[in-house]
Antibody
């Protein structure tokens, strides 16, 4: 069964850093494009970042460009989101979501992990 | 970025009702439109991809239509488990965007 499990969320002060993980099972991460999507409390969905499979092309929303970095560890079959210079408006549940293909990305997202909550507050 | 406008933002309906949710893109996205269902406290789940293709395992009462800028999600006969939030998503442009969501509530 294809599954994604996020971890690493927590409370961090403004300006701080956090690294989220997304452990994949039931498939090989490097064979597919994978995305991060976030949802602020009580709000809608916002795409954050994507990484393709074999070529490792990366893409970012303007709101996080220069502050967030997407990467993966193939030996651990795990995706990461390094988040630096965090702001209050980054507070959200962060989901990872798999694409049906390696490249090109941006087809549809299925499945999604259960999410991990990041709270940026002093 | 391509803006996705969903309507209505919320609706009240009864079990057995036919429900229609619309999504309009600010420019043509061909058929690169997907629909997701999100139950409270849960992650989103894919319902429809490519504007009209039903994801395997999704009940046939869900259907999608449209092309270009105007799209529709229809639930032919609302069931108790369908009361949830619904989002459209365009994947035509690199900066993927979602509609603002539609909350389907019990009347």
């Amino acid at each position: 069964e294809v599954q994604l499990l996020e971890s690493g969320g927590g409370v961090v002060q403004p300006g701080g850093s956090l690294r989220l993980s997304c452990a994949a099972s039931g498939f090989t991460l490097s064979n597919y494009a994978i995305n991060w999507v976030r949802q602020a409390p009580g709000k809608g969905l916002e795409w954050v970042s994507s990484i393709t499979g074999s070529v490792r092309n990366t893409y970012y929303a303007d709101s996080v460009k220069g502050r967030f970095t997407i990467s993966r560890d193939e030996s651990r079959n795990t995706l990461y989101l390094q988040m630096n210079s965090l702001r209050a408006e980054d507070t959200a549940v962060y989901y990872c979501a798999k694409e049906p293909y390696d490249n090109p990305p941006f087809n549809w997202f299925d499945p999604w992990g259960q999410g991990t909550l990041v709270t940026v507050s002093s | 970025d391509i803006q996705m406008t969903q309507s209505p933002a919320s609706l009240s309906a009864s079990v057995g009702d036919r429900v229609t949710i619309t999504c309009r893109a600010s420019q043509s996205i061909r058929s690169q439109l997907n629909w997701y269902q999100q139950e409270p406290g849960e992650a989103p789940k894919l319902l429809i991809y490519g504007a009209s293709s039903l994801r395997s395992g999704v009940p046939s009462r869900f259907s999608g239509s449209g092309y270009g800028t105007d799209f529709t999600l229809t639930i032919s006969s609302l069931q108790p488990e369908d009361f949830a939030d619904y989002y459209c998503q365009q994947t035509f442009a690199i900066s993927v965007t979602f509609g603002g969501g539609t909350k389907v509530e019990i009347k």
